[in-house]
């Protein structure tokens, strides 16, 4: 059976220190449609691999397939398509929200779905939006939201997403994850997650990649790295209380 997604390998230089790696050895298959948790402390590089992953960045070394097709041998276009990244910082594009939904399928040849446009705005929270405003208008949350249903109108077969739920609220952050998750069961995407949210990632995953050291320090089954991480550093990393922030009254 060909594997769904590999990377083999991947090096990318660390732009500030000559001769050193930012990462390197990054090895992975992807045998079935899953949902992984990529995780790791700030500064690992994660963002940078799933642009790589994305053909947004290349590589130094190595080498990223579909189905064992490499991404060298796909024109870009198309393996954005199916390999599709969402930012943490969502752009929206001058002009409607309407028109950032549609610019996608227009750009890559594909029906524009109004049904489905319409049955996931209110199950992501956005019902309350109008279509024809200016999406430069939209918050941080909302932005994030669109540019993931932009995403989604793709229908990719892997999706990278990159802390997307960062600025959201409780709700809205569960309203996602349950779309995601329903998503992943219908359509069968491969959808590897960046987070620091720890419940997030042991809810929604069923592999962890754990990056450390500058490389992929561990690729197993979520219950096992957190239950039993091979790694000190990847010890550390799940026993480090989580931040909490205490409710002082606002000094001003
Ligand atoms: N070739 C490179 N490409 C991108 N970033 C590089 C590179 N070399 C060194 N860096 C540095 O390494 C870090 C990589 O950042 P990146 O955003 O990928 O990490 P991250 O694991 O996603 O962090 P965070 O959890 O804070 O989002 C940055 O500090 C960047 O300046
Ligand atoms: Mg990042």
Not at 16 to 45: C, H, M, R, W, Y
Not at 50 to 59: D, N, Q, T, Y
Not at 224 to 243: D, H, I, K
Request: hydrophobic letters at 40%; one cysteine or more.
């Amino acid at each position: 059976m060909k594997p769904v997604f590999h990377m083999q390998q991947l090096r990318k230089k660390h732009e500030g220190k000559e001769n050193q790696a930012l990462f390197a050895n990054v090895t992975a298959e992807i045998a079935d449609p899953t949902v992984i948790a990529l995780l790791g402390v700030s500064g690992q590089g994660k963002s940078t691999l799933l642009r790589i992953l994305a053909s947004l960045e290349h590589a130094d070394e190595g080498d990223i397939g579909l189905h064992n097709i490499s991404q060298r041998e796909m024109d870009p276009r198309l393996w954005r398509m199916k390999v599709c990244y969402v930012a943490q910082q969502s752009v929206m594009l001058t002009g409607s929200i309407e028109h950032n939904l549609k610019t996608v399928s227009l750009l890559h040849r594909i029906p524009y779905e109004d049904k489905l446009v319409n049955h996931l705005l209110p199950r992501l929270g956005l019902d309350h939006l109008d279509l024809s405003k200016s999406a430069l208008e939209l918050s941080g949350g909302e932005k994030q939201r669109i540019s993931l249903l932009r995403a989604l109108l793709l229908h990719p077969e892997v999706l990278l997403l990159d802390e997307i739920t960062a600025s959201l609220d409780r709700s809205s952050k569960q309203m996602v994850e349950q779309v995601l998750q329903e998503w992943h069961q219908q359509e069968g995407t491969t959808m590897i997650w960046v987070t620091h949210d720890i419940e997030q990632a042991k809810q929604i995953s069923q592999t962890v990649w754990f990056m450390g050291e500058g490389t992929l320090l561990e690729n197993c089954s979520t219950e096992a790295f957190f239950e039993q991480p091979a790694t000190e550093l990847a010890r550390n990393y799940v026993q480090a209380p989580s931040v909490s922030y205490k409710e002082d009254p606002c000094p001003f």
